[in-house]
């Protein structure tokens, strides 16, 4: 339906008194501006709480004496996974894109499909649980690492990430997987990548077996730092959710705001 211009000049409009339209003005820009207050607190109180977070892992983790390698720990050499051509075919098989690890977070949404020939017995098959670091990247998201949740399944990994076979019987997989989030190995990492060009680097099998270690941490006591880091990252989460869902709260406000207004309400 379109509104000729005709019909448009024989609209009606409420025309309250030039004093009382001006009262209406200043009171819808009253209350848009406590909004964005709101809105901006919100923000604030969840840049603190992440802050908080990484502040706690880097005074638990890079305060840990360290007198070993990633290598001390793993049951094999971190192997590349494969980079099928990818044609996005329903039937395909899943196949993790780059951003499926990245922030130390997996993202199960973010993969494409092939539909090359495979070979089921093949080393890139992922199983639940997989640990898997990124050896190629831009320079802040190089060695990002992340656990393989199941899903999607079957799936593939890529050539541009590696998986890391851990020792379970002489470390927990979610302490690494805290520790490559370290400042310390995040430092060592970045000043090792190596590339031509200033965005995208990549790190290479001998540098991430010889990240720094430290093998003299107990495995009880590797749990006891994940599990309290887990918390705050629980804490941090259920704060963005509820942020997430007063941000559409806040959102639905403004034309509720305007409706009352030109009711006469405000």
């Not at 890079?62 to 720990?73: A, P, R, S």
Request: aromatic share 8%; proline share 7%.
């Amino acid at each position: 339906m379109t509104l000729n211009p005709p019909q448009f000049w024989d609209l009606t409009i409420p025309l309250p008194p030039l004093l009382e339209q001006r009262r209406i003005v200043a009171r819808i820009e009253e209350l848009v501006g406590k909004v964005e207050e709101v809105r901006s607190l919100r923000q604030k109180s969840l840049k603190q709480a992440e802050a908080l977070l990484a502040a706690s892992s880097t005074k638990l983790l890079n305060n840990t004496f360290v007198n070993g390698q990633l290598l001390d720990v793993l049951l094999n050499k971190p192997r590349n996974g494969w980079s099928a051509r990818c044609n996005n075919m329903p039937q395909g098989i899943p196949v993790l894109s780059l951003g499926a690890v990245t922030g130390f977070l997996y993202r199960e949404t973010e993969f494409k499909r092939t539909s090359e020939p495979v070979s089921l017995d093949a080393h890139y098959w992922l199983k639940p649980g997989d640990l898997l670091i990124t050896r190629s990247n831009t320079p802040e998201l190089v060695g990002h690492a992340a656990i393989y949740n199941g899903f999607p399944y079957p799936c593939i990994y890529p050539d541009l990430m590696m998986r890391l076979e851990i020792d379970e019987s002489k470390t927990d997989k979610h302490f690494i997987h805290h520790w490559l989030a370290s400042t310390l190995v995040r430092d060592y990492i970045k000043s090792r990548a190596k590339g031509t060009s200033p965005t995208m680097k990549k790190i290479s099998q001998e540098v991430v077996m010889n990240i720094p270690f430290p093998l003299d941490l107990s495995v009880c006591e590797q749990r006891r730092i994940v599990a309290y880091l887990d918390e705050l990252q629980t804490k941090v989460d259920t704060m963005k959710r509820l942020r997430e869902q007063a941000m559409k709260e806040l959102d639905a406000l403004l034309p509720s705001i305007l409706d009352k207004a030109f009711k006469g309400e405000l």
